[in-house]
């Protein structure tokens, strides 16, 4: 199946804590993006990245970093995980070319992130 | 500060009736206009984009863009129960390419009742 996937689809760690969530799209497109939807059920960016620059906004503590080993993969890394740090992160990807919709992002299905 | 507004409701309205969802934005620079649809548990999934002034139709959904205004809203004609979900409104400063992302409101809840 063509998609956006996330890995793991839950995930459940205690405060302090280094954790990763991988993403991972076989669409060929060539921008990334993750965002952070809260208990509030908020969606939010947190960084845009294509092969030529990475968007970060600024409201996202440098203790997220995100890493790309290739075009296809955006992984999210969060150091010294905190309670608030507890949302649902989706990974998203878009392909800007002629003659398609430039700007459509196509979702991940979401990784539950619990701090306890 | 890049805003979107609109009503977290619940928008309630019945089956086979026309649904409207409005959305206002702040960033007079911003360029595409989305609709997502989210249910519960699931991942946003675009519904419909907009670039220009005027009435976008697709089916059952129909968006309207005004930028003047600053406004946008989604139609849904004849409303099924299936419809039932959250409505994100997005918007985007630069279109046709650009690794900025989307700016979400933070979405209407509309109910379709049988």
């Known amino acids: 199946d063509t998609a956006v996937s996330q890995t793991p689809k839950y995930l459940v760690t205690q405060m302090g804590n280094d954790k990763s969530i991988k993403c991972e799209q076989n669409?060929?497109?060539?921008?990334m993006y993750w965002y952070k939807q809260d208990s509030k059920k908020f969606l939010k960016i947190m960084f845009s990245?294509?092969?030529?620059?990475?968007?970060i906004n600024e409201t996202v503590p440098n203790r997220f970093s995100p890493k790309s080993p290739d075009k296809a993969h955006l992984n999210l890394h969060i150091n010294s995980l905190e309670l608030g740090d507890s949302a649902v992160y989706f990974c998203?990807?878009?392909?800007?070319?002629?003659?398609?919709?430039?700007?459509?992002?196509?979702f991940g299905p979401g990784t539950r992130l619990t701090v306890l | 500060q890049k805003e979107v507004e609109q009503n977290s409701g619940p928008l309630s309205v019945p089956e086979g009736a026309i649904a409207s969802l409005n959305c206002t934005y702040s960033?007079?620079?911003?360029?595409?206009f989305f609709w997502y649809r989210q249910y519960s548990g699931k991942s946003p999934e675009l519904i419909m984009s907009?670039?220009?002034?005027g009435d976008k139709e697709d089916g059952r959904f129909t968006a309207q863009l005004n930028k003047a205004s600053q406004y946008v809203s989604l139609l849904i004609r004849d409303s099924q129960p299936s419809d039932s979900a959250t409505y994100l409104c997005?918007?985007?400063?630069?279109?046709?390419?650009?690794?900025?992302?989307?700016?979400f409101g933070k979405g209407t809840h509309l109910i379709i009742q049988p």
């Open positions: 997005a918007v985007k400063r630069f279109s046709g390419g650009g690794a900025d992302g989307l700016t």
């Open positions: 669409l060929g497109h060539d921008t």
């Open positions: 998203a990807s878009s392909h800007h070319m002629l003659n398609s919709d430039p700007d459509t992002q196509y």
């Open positions: 907009i670039y220009s002034n």
């Open positions: 990245y294509n092969n030529k620059e990475l968007i």
């Open positions: 960033d007079r620079g911003s360029q595409s």
